[in-house]
């Protein structure tokens, strides 16, 4: 039913206002690709291999792990995932469908909160750069990856 109506939506985009779509598909490019490029650089100023950045749900496992958390968010966050793409099309229940809704969007909510959090403090940015993080992550992911900021954590063992 959704895919229908943003088809619908896409079509008459595209027969209205062309140079718009193109427009709107660009900047969605661009805030995919820059926090992609910006946390490849954000693995490599804390002494991982950057390509670790590029593989779903590893990704996590790896940069938790180095911060010294415990693997239980990127546990919820891939089970909240499956849970989106694979239980809940075949389920029809309302009551199902909300809890799950729940599932999908809050975990990973306090997950990137959680992210935000830990990138700030171990790379010396201050409770302002936090609520940016949240907030404006691909803006402040980028002034954080190509910035003069360290990593300040530098006694927990590289994790490969």
Do not use: W
Request: proline share 6%.
């Amino acid at each position: 039913m959704f895919l229908i109506q943003f088809s619908e939506f896409l079509s008459f985009m595209t027969e209205s206002a062309p140079h718009v779509t193109y427009i709107i598909i660009f900047f969605y490019v661009i805030l995919i690709i820059v926090p992609v490029i910006a946390e490849f650089r954000i693995f490599k100023k804390m002494g991982l291999k950057g390509y670790k950045s590029l593989i779903p749900f590893y990704c996590y496992f790896i940069f938790f792990k180095r911060m010294g958390y415990s693997p239980l968010f990127p546990i919820l966050y891939t089970i909240s995932c499956t849970y989106f793409f694979v239980i809940d099309p075949l389920i029809n229940d309302i009551l199902l469908s909300t809890v799950g809704g729940l599932l999908y969007f809050v975990i990973p909510f306090i997950i990137h909160i959680k992210k935000s959090i830990a990138l700030s403090a171990y790379f010396g940015k201050n409770s302002m750069f936090t609520l940016g993080l949240v907030l404006f992550y691909p803006a402040f992911i980028m002034i954080l990856a190509f910035g003069k900021s360290r990593f300040l954590k530098d006694d927990l063992p590289c994790s490969e």
